[in-house]
């Protein structure tokens, strides 16, 4: 059974700082990564989406990476602004279905 | 953008009565959507795969008589939780995966979310 974790649970930086977000899967059979943003009370955003072929995808201030042989990826914010405050959620795309398997998330806060 | 709604944004119901939320996809059709609980600090849940004109597909351990599910047009899924008890208070979110050639099922749109509190 496919297990997602997330690294820190929570994080808090200066405004400016360059971060990474960790999440660790077990079974490297992935059909794709995605990263998400979640504001609090509210829905989910997806920031990157990452192929099991692909190892990584910018977007922005925004690069995540993924290796599959050891089962992590990371999601890199350069430059943090107090807007990047949220939390932080990988998930995992099993298969040609659409079914997600989340992490618990990571919520960071940027102090201005 | 494409975008998904939910309504009710937020219910109080009293234990033993049952509460429909409803999720609709504003600007495209979606042959699939997906319905996520997520308890506070913790993270989404799947609890099933809604197709439309068919019967939802329930993840392991979810009832789906306690969680009745119906995707009855391309637009619009609806969530039923009967009886419903203090325990299935929590935050429930739907996605859509848009249909038609050029979409994987890679894609897909979170709406904002139901808080139901049972009291």
């Known amino acids: 059974k496919q297990e997602v974790t997330q690294i820190p649970a929570a994080l808090s930086v200066p405004e400016g700082e360059n971060l990474v977000l960790n999440c660790s899967f077990t079974?490297?059979?992935?059909?794709?990564l995605q990263w998400f943003r979640q504001d609090p009370g509210k829905g989910l955003t997806s920031l990157l989406l990452i192929q099991s072929s692909q190892r990584e995808q910018t977007s922005g201030r925004l690069n995540a990476s993924l290796d599959k042989s050891s089962g992590r990826s990371t999601l890199y914010i350069a430059a943090s602004q107090p807007g990047d405050s949220a939390t932080y959620l990988c998930a995992l795309g099993s298969g040609n279905t659409g079914k997600l398997i989340f992490g618990q998330g990571t919520t960071l806060q940027v102090k201005p | 953008g494409a975008v998904v709604s939910q309504h009710p944004s937020w219910v109080i119901c009293k234990s033993g009565t049952s509460v429909k939320i409803e999720c609709r996809s504003l600007d495209f059709q979606a042959t699939t959507m997906f319905w996520y609980r997520q308890f506070p600090k913790q993270s989404l849940m799947l609890m099933a795969t809604s197709n439309e004109g068919s019967k939802a597909t329930y993840e392991q351990g979810v009832e789906k008589d306690k969680f009745l599910i119906n995707h009855a047009s391309l637009t619009l899924s609806t969530l039923t939780v009967t009886s419903a008890h203090p325990e299935d208070s929590s935050f429930y979110i739907c996605s859509a995966s848009p249909s038609g050639s050029g979409f994987g099922t890679d894609t897909q749109y979170f709406g904002p979310g139901t808080r139901l509190t049972v009291l």
């Open positions: 079974d490297s059979a992935i059909y794709n």
